[in-house]
């Protein structure tokens, strides 16, 4: 090992604190991290020169791959500018643009406004706490509570925590949080009283945490049905799945659905800084005009951040310029049969999951039964595939694939050879 990765490694064990991680484990002996140094397309570098295919966007977030020429070029433009104002008393040019071109992928007049924040959990919080304000004042106080649904997941601030339903990640804070009823399906949300409900909260088609979980094709046009019936504000969390990871821009495009709040995030600058938004309708806006009490009582410090809408931009251009989305079919279909080539040749793999470039591999006993989660297998796997030339993470032994969306048709048999090779061992 190179002098500096091991300098790198001390001062990370001595002083960082990682999410996620048991930091024990992480810091104790036989554990080395990877350092990451670069990035190129689809392919990041460790500090000893080793090359691996990012095999989960780096944690979902990249789209184009990595140090992207056009990216690079909006950021450092901006920067030459200015890195970051105010958007409390002030706007600038690039946020009005982004605002535009986002609520231009609706229909006029739905999507109408746009609040920027910084990253998914507070674009769930923001889409919580103007639901909560909008029925305020409109006379509805009492409708004030969320529904959300069994093993979702939609951050970790106190707020967007509560509506989470995994319950390893969330057993320790529950109720400390807000109150929110979870459901496990749209029979068992029919059978709620409405009256007191502000909104309902869904990751469209999939759930992502939930191991990639698809919702079965038509449930996301019947919830929306349910919400025009009952009153109920429809919240869409799009943090995973917006940006073509489905194979349209937005997931709730698959089914013709408009939600009431649309939040995004992880892809929204194609990857490469943190900045979220929330969008909605102007009749949810409109109740926030007139007096001055009704301002919406929400900010943070890096809202609308420039350097992060100079990389959204570029990125939606990217969108254009590259037809990233006409390209997306071929490579889903290869995706699909590499999933099933995996499949027929290791009994491990219980099942395949796929929602357009996003797939889970779910490794079972070969009599189908699941490992005991003591074993951790699902880390070994991956642990394994490094070796190979492929970076990704488990949820329990569900093998997270979904690279930048644009991975070459043959970077794609890379992933899928690695893990090949991995289940082989
Ligand atoms: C990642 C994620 C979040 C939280 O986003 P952060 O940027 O990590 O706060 C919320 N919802 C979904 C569906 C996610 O995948």
Redesign the pocket.
Known sequence: MREDTRRWIEGDQARCWHPFTRQAEWCGRGHEPLVLVRGEGSWLWDSEGRRYLDGNSS??TNIHGHAHPAINAAIQKQLGKVAHTSFLGFTHPLAAELAERLCGFFPAPTMERVFFS???????ECALKMALQFRLQTGQPTRNGFVAFAN??????LG?ASLGGVGRFFEHFRGMGYPVHHVGSMDELRNLPTENIAGVVI?PLI???NEMRPWPAGMLADLRKWCDATGVHLIL?????GFGRTGEMFACQRENVIPDFL?L??GLTGGYL?L?ATLTTGKIYDAFLGAADRAFYYGHSYTANPLGCAAALASLDVFETEKTLAHLPEKIARLASGLAALKSRHPLVHETRQCGFIAGIELRRPDGEKFPPGERFGEAVCLAARAHGLLTRPILDTIVLMPPLSTRLEEIDHAINALDLALGQ
């Open positions: 944690i979902w910084d990253d998914g959990s507070t674009a769930v979702g997941y939609h951050g970790d601030t967007a990751e759930q992502g945490v969390d799009e943090v995973m799945t939040c995030a992880k943190p979220a």
